[in-house]
């Protein structure tokens, strides 16, 4: 060893020098280095695990929410429903309403029309009846002569005795 | 029947001869049981026929009353 040139002593020195540095290295520097990195890595992990979590829940809230338009919509649609069918029944009933209110008009109206007739044609009777009983009256007023007078009288004298009474 | 009354009153379109106002005096004692004096007045508008009062009992024959009764009838 001598003759490569290195001193068994030194050799020995450098040995335990190294042996010393290593324990050294291992005990204050790995160690904590190795355990930082074991707890960065278990809080990575865990980080990892709770962005899962947080995925899974988001994903929850997200179907939840989704449900919920859903819903949403389907009792906006049905309350839309619901309005155009109320608003036809309206419609419906505003129109039965009409048709009913024109008939009650066109029937009070022909009512109307047929008292206005039958009053019409009453006055036209009466009128009618006047006016041949003023004929009559002038007709027999100028044609009854005395003679006629005479008989009209006995005839009526006749008829008077045959009764039993006057109220008969 | 009883009633105060002075005459009976016969009113026609013309004269009545003192006959025919017999016959109708004769009638009206008969069913009314008076005895009263008669009396002739003229009304034209009765057209034919008479009418006799007497105080408030009223008998209509003229021609005027059937003619109304006639309208009246044609009107019901």
Known sequence: ?168 | MHMESDEIVIESAVKLSSDQLDKIKLDVQEKLKVDLPVVNKLNTKLIGGFTIRVNDWFLDSSLVRQIEFIKRTLLE
């Open chain 1, 1 to 168: 060893m001598e003759q490569l040139g290195i001193e068994p002593l030194q050799l020995i020195t450098q040995i335990l020098n190294f042996a010393v540095l290593v324990f050294f290295l291992n005990k204050y520097l790995y160690k904590p280095i190795l355990n930082t990195l074991e707890t960065r890595k278990k809080k990575i992990q865990e980080g990892l695990q709770y962005a899962d979590k947080m995925k899974v829940k988001e994903e929850e809230n997200a179907k939840k929410m989704q449900d919920l338009i859903n819903l949403a919509k389907a009792e906006g649609r049905k309350i839309i429903d619901q309005s155009k069918k109320d608003a036809k029944d309206v419609e419906a009933e505003i129109i039965a309403k009409s048709h009913k209110e024109a008939q009650s008009i066109v029937a009070k109206g022909r009512q109307e029309i047929e008292l206005e007739r039958s009053e019409m044609e009453r006055q036209l009777k009466v009128k009618t009846v006047e006016l041949a009983q003023k004929w009559v009256t002038a007709v027999l007023d100028n044609a009854l002569n005395e003679k006629n007078q005479m008989s009209i009288i006995n005839k009526k004298i006749q008829d008077l005795s045959k009764l039993k009474n006057y109220s008969s």
